[in-house]
């Protein structure tokens, strides 16, 4: 793509041409700003280039012979650590918090792209370019919505800022690698978190509302490595509820079709990722890309612990039997639900082999829901890596 100031044109463009992508568009931002120029090449779901991509950014793409390359992407480096003093309010421990911070106060940044929430709705997105550690703190915990974050670009060039750290997930950062060169920035710190499973607000609020004793007391929720979703209320309380007893049939709808579509859960073209899913409970999970997520890491090093990550149990036939299952709508008494989870979360895959376990059952569902609902967009839009992952299972037709 050549990139020239010719995108302040499509400024003109009516409302209804916005969004390609139709159905599929997950909300990333781009095309509310005049960055809409770009949209057939950037958008995600119009042009997936994960690949090309890698190599732009990393100098290589993955290597689908070498195990790990083919699950987490491009990565010098995976380690699971957490702060010795967590940040109050965080989703995790906020090591993502605490980099934007450091890379405030050491200069390196101008500015940092996050997304904080509006001031009726705590789940609702609204993304910002945070200036000061006040800012970056006031968008911590994850707004468990589809979020315009690139909304604010146009900002970045208004404002002439050279220095820019963008935080987001895996469909806004294809976008913005995309259209990298054309933003006059010096330097692109990119900061990425896994993602999957994702919602629009009125979905979240169905998903709340069919699985949490109190939807609206709920600040907090995470599909955790002991496979269930911890909610954490108002009042300091914790809600657990079994993966195995969520009502699938009532769910299938909820989860936005841009996130059933989605192939990039581990965020491959960030520099450094920060998760959970490869961490031992209560840890973070860390993948250093390139030698600018490295940097990155390094700036918080002395507030970290850390440990090796591991990788325990064979995760291939939870996966194989969730497909049917997932694919029928199949909800488990509850009773049977808190044994099943009781019992895999004493024998089931630990460490790497869950994050494999939860890479595996999305992809297979995601392959499966394309190809009936988007058949013609199968072949391009499935990344190698993702076919010749859920090549290893049996599908419904
Ligand atoms: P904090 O310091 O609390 O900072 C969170 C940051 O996330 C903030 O800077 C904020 O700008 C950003 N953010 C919040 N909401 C959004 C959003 N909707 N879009 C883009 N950026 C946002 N990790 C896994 O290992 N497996 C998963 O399946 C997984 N699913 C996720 C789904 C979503 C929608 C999101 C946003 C994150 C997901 N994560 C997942 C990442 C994980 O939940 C934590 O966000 C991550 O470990 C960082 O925790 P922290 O305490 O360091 O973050
Ligand atoms: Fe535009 Fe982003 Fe939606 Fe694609 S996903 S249509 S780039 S807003
Ligand atoms: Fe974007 Fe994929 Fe996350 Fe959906 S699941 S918000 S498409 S990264």
């Known amino acids: 793509m050549t990139f020239t100031k010719k995108h302040k044109r499509s400024r003109g463009l009516k409302p209804d041409s916005r969004r390609p992508a139709k159905e599929l568009c997950s909300e990333c931002g781009l095309c509310d700003t005049f960055y809409i120029h770009y949209v057939k090449e950037a958008c995600a779901f119009l042009h997936q280039q994960i690949p090309q991509l890698e190599e732009q950014t990393h100098g290589r793409s993955r290597n689908l012979e070498q195990p790990d390359d083919l699950y987490f992407g491009v990565h010098q480096d995976m380690v699971a650590a957490r702060k010795t003093e967590p940040i109050a309010g965080a989703q995790w421990t906020g090591i993502v918090s605490s980099i934007a911070i450091a890379m405030l106060n050491q200069g390196l940044v101008e500015g940092v792209v996050c997304v904080q929430n509006t001031a009726d709705d705590r789940f609702q997105p609204m993304p910002v370019i945070a200036r000061t550690p006040e800012e970056v703190l006031a968008a911590r915990v994850n707004k468990p919505t589809l979020s315009p974050n690139l909304s604010v670009l146009e900002q970045v060039e208004q404002s002439g800022m050279k220095r820019l750290l963008v935080i987001g997930v895996g469909c806004q950062i294809q976008a913005l690698r995309s259209v990298e060169q054309a933003l006059g920035l010096e330097k692109l710190y990119v900061l ?22 109190s939807p609206d007391t709920v600040v907090h929720y995470e599909f955790m490595q002991d496979f269930r ?3 954490k209320h108002e009042d300091g309380s914790v809600e657990t509820v079994p993966f195995f007893g969520l009502k699938t049939n009532q769910l299938k709808d909820v989860f936005a079709p841009s996130c059933l579509s989605c192939f990039d859960y581990v965020n491959s073209l960030a520099d450094l990722v920060v998760g959970y899913m490869g961490a031992p409970f209560g ?6 890309r390139n030698d600018t997520g490295r940097e990155m890491l390094n700036l918080v090093q002395d507030q970290l612990e850390t440990q090796p990550v591991t990788s325990q149990g064979d995760r291939h036939n939870a996966v194989q039997q969730s497909i049917p299952a997932y694919d029928k709508g199949v909800t488990l008494p509850m009773w049977a639900a808190k044994l099943m989870g009781v019992v895999i979360e004493k024998i089931g895959p630990k460490g790497l082999e869950y994050a494999r376990f939860s890479i595996d059952s999305h992809f297979t569902r995601n392959y499966l829901y394309v190809k009936r609902n988007h058949p013609e967009k199968l072949a391009a839009h499935v990344p190698d890596f993702a076919k010749k992952i859920v090549e290893q299972y049996q599908l419904p037709d």
């Open 192 to 213: 990425g978190t896994p993602c999957v499973d994702n919602v629009t607000r009125a979905g979240l609020q169905k998903f709340l509302e069919t699985t949490s004793r």
């Open 229 to 231: 979703v911890h909610f």
């Open 283 to 288: 840890w973070q999970w860390l993948v250093v």
